[in-house]
């Protein structure tokens, strides 16, 4: 069983910055997939960026050149560094880590980003 808790949620003004952290109840090195989703009110739950446990990340369209997720193994924490934040980037943001068998999900953390 994987527990995480995320952090760093808040409101922030349109072209500012925020940063979520998701820390994990057990070592991380050995989870391949962790990364971060979001969910607006009345939509779906979708991949905002994800990270081996190599390093190599991947990322939404969306969030692009301004958004960086790392890890750091020896804290069992990942992060999500948002920049040049958007009103459309407001939702609940939820962290994951990919067991052999089960996702885990953190309770996620509210990003309201005001214009």
């Known amino acids: 069983q994987v527990q995480l808790v995320e952090s760093g949620g808040g409101l922030a003004q349109a072209g500012g910055s925020l940063r979520l952290s998701c820390a994990a109840s057990?070592?991380?090195?050995?989870?391949?997939?962790m990364g971060w989703y979001r969910q607006a009110p009345g939509k779906q739950r979708d991949l905002v960026a994800r990270i081996t446990s190599g390093g190599s990340a991947v990322y939404a369209d969306s969030v692009k050149g301004r958004f960086t997720i790392s890890r750091d193994n020896a804290k069992n924490t990942v992060y999500l560094q948002m920049n040049s934040l958007k009103p459309e980037d407001t939702a609940v943001y939820y962290c994951?880590?990919?067991?052999?068998?089960?996702?885990?999900w953190g309770q996620g953390t509210q990003v309201t980003v005001s214009s």
């Open positions: 057990v070592n991380i090195a050995s989870i391949n997939f």
């Open positions: 994951y880590a990919d067991g052999r068998v089960l996702r885990f």
